[in-house]
């Protein structure tokens, strides 16, 4: 039984969060529109800021590579050499590696896919068990009529102009990442009082580190799935298009755990359709979703580790509740940030930890009374 005067601080707490809660729902019906707008025009920053970041971690090597091992001390020819390199690696992908994944998908949409779809019409229509529920779900559920499609010419335009803005400012956005990254943070840091300095230093430190392990790690991880399951998917009997899906597998990696399940729903589907011609026949479906969950537990368990550093190590659920997170505050730009944040935030609280680590630190009765209390 609580007592009076915790029945009371109970109250107020809960007076406090109730206050707290209405006034944020009356700041988003008052100024609902001025946040989505600010929403808006934030993440159009945000997203070829997100997309420089991203680069400069992929290329921090090389800059590292010319600035201390060649002794190029010169930053505006190492930008030049790197902006150089970069381009004629995106121009040499794209002329075969992307020309041959575009022309695969193409071919994928005009020939694969309408049998994929005659394939799903026959199960539900012919085969007795799906045709039994096909006319059960027609007959007991309603949907009603979609609204007639109407194209918002606003709408269309921001798309352009986002698109624009973001290839016009990624380059930018990169070029002054690599030149004046140093400058930036030394201008910033003089805000932060005094006593704190060192702290936010050396945060900003650790954070920098899981930052750069986890893109670079990530690019790694990424390509090397691209090419084992372009060659896992030719030995399967794939033939041309084993480079389409290759590709899907290794790019929808970038969402961990979740991402390869999506990218192995087509090949999947195409097996359906191709049993003859793959291995195991009409068990392909079956092989391909064991070999991918295969794949994802050797990547997890074993090249993960080898790859980025124990900061990046998160558990599962934590990247999963991240990912969903902040994909849906900041859609697309969250999703490639999602991790990066993620890992910063770990790695501010095992900071904390070292330096109070006999103020939070467990004892062994509070140990035994948690043990009790999760038995």
Known sequence: ML??????NL???LGIVVLVLTILLLVREIFGRAIGLFM??????LLPFSIALFISYLIAPIFKLLEKHLRQRNRMINIGLVFAGTLVVLVLFGRFAGLLIYEQGVAFIENDWPRVVDYFD???T???????????????VRIGETEKISLNLIAIFQSITLIIITIVLVPVFLFFLLHDRQRIFKSLIIFIPKKYRMDTIELTKRANRVVEEYFNGRFITMFVMAVVFTVVFFILGFRERSVLFGFMLGFFDIVPYVGPFIAIILPVLYSLTETDTLMFGSYAPLAILIINVIGQMIQNNVAQPLIMGRETKIHPLLVLSAF?????????VGLILAIPITGTIKTTFLYIREKHDDKIELDEAEKSKIDEATV
């Open 11 to 13: 109250a107020i707490n």
């Open 3 to 8: 007592s009076k005067e915790k029945r009371l």
């Open 122 to 124: 026959n199960l539900f």
């Open 40 to 45: 808006t025009a934030f993440i159009a920053i």
């Open 126 to 140: 012919q085969d007795a068990p799906f045709a039994t529920v096909y006319r059960w779900i027609v007959a007991n």
């Open 324 to 332: 969903v997170f902040f994909g849906y505050l900041f859609g697309i």
